[in-house]
Nanobody, 127 residues
Framework: QLQLVESGGGLVQPGGSLRLSCVAS????????IGWFRQAPGKEREGVSC??????????NYADSVKGRFTISRDNAKNTMYLQMNSLKPEDTAVYYC??????????????????WGQGTQVTVSS
């Protein structure tokens, strides 16, 4: 069973940066696409970014709201994925989750298409 554990969340001022990590155990990540999602209070879970499996080229995609500010990456040797978040805004405040699915990022970032989920890490952007 693949297990995912996120870390790196916290409180940051607007304009600041955070790097989230997602460590996997149970299976190697080479064949999994990894997505980052977020959910703010009272809102639906939304896709933030996804990176395809290494054996399929590892292509990335981003939600329009985070393009140019967030960067997704992976280190398969460490079984770890990252989400570097720069120029954070108050509207980025949410619980952030990583999720895994075999091979390719699903077209739209639909959370129902992902098989494995972490427990989430809170990100709060506030002055």
């Amino acid at each position: 069973q693949l297990q995912l554990v996120e870390s790196g969340g916290g409180l940051v001022q607007p304009g600041g940066s955070l790097r989230l990590s997602c460590v996997a155990s149970g299976f190697g990540l080479d064949y999994y696409a990894i997505g980052w999602f977020r959910q703010a209070p009272g809102k639906e879970r939304e896709g933030v970014s996804c990176i395809g499996s290494s054996n399929r080229g590892g292509g990335t995609n981003y939600a329009d709201s985070v393009k140019g500010r967030f960067t997704i990456s992976r280190d398969n040797a460490k079984n770890t994925m990252y989400l570097q978040m720069n120029s954070l805004k108050p509207e980025d405040t949410a619980v952030y989750y990583c999720a895994a699915v075999l091979y390719d990022c699903p077209g739209p970032m639909n959370p129902l298409e992902y098989s494995y989920w972490g427990q989430g890490t809170q990100v709060t952007v506030s002055s």
